[in-house]
């Protein structure tokens, strides 16, 4: 399982942002895929995922309405849309994969996702 993100920078609020997270060595459809976020001096915590319920994306309440995830099947790339973004936003974001027959979702737990990117760094600032 090989998980590479892309697509972080800076950005000024209210202004939008897309994380692409590249998914090779393993099916897709077969794995829950995470997105997750770690500002300095903070713990990990769960932003959004998809394959994690009844085939709808589940958000964490302070992204919901601002942030969607999506797949693309055919080039093995799940994406982060990030709209209205905040100052809080500022984070380095990863996304995780754990194989459905072993995950109990959904959950935004980091700890339920074994599979990680090295993540990318997303800064909100005027």
């Known amino acids: 399982v090989q998980l590479v993100e892309s697509g972080g920078g800076l950005v000024q609020p209210g202004g939008s942002l897309r994380l692409s997270c590249a998914a090779s060595?393993?099916?897709?459809?077969?794995?829950?895929i995470g997105w997750f976020r770690q500002a300095p001096g903070k713990e990990r915590e769960g932003v959004g995922c998809?394959?994690?319920?009844?085939?709808?994306?589940y958000y964490a309440d302070s992204v919901k309405g601002r942030f969607t995830v999506s797949r693309d099947n055919v080039k093995d790339t799940v994406y982060l849309q990030m709209n209205s973004l905040k100052p809080e936003d500022t984070a380095v974001y990863y996304c995780?994969?754990?194989?459905?027959?072993?995950?109990?979702?959904?959950?935004?737990?980091?700890?339920?996702?074994?599979?990680w990117g090295q993540g990318t760094q997303v800064a909100v600032s005027s």
């Open positions: 995780a994969a754990q194989e459905k027959g072993y995950y109990s979702g959904p959950s935004l737990d980091p700890a339920d996702f074994g599979s």
């Open positions: 060595g393993f099916i897709l459809d077969y794995y829950a």
């Open positions: 998809i394959n994690c319920s009844d085939g709808n994306p």
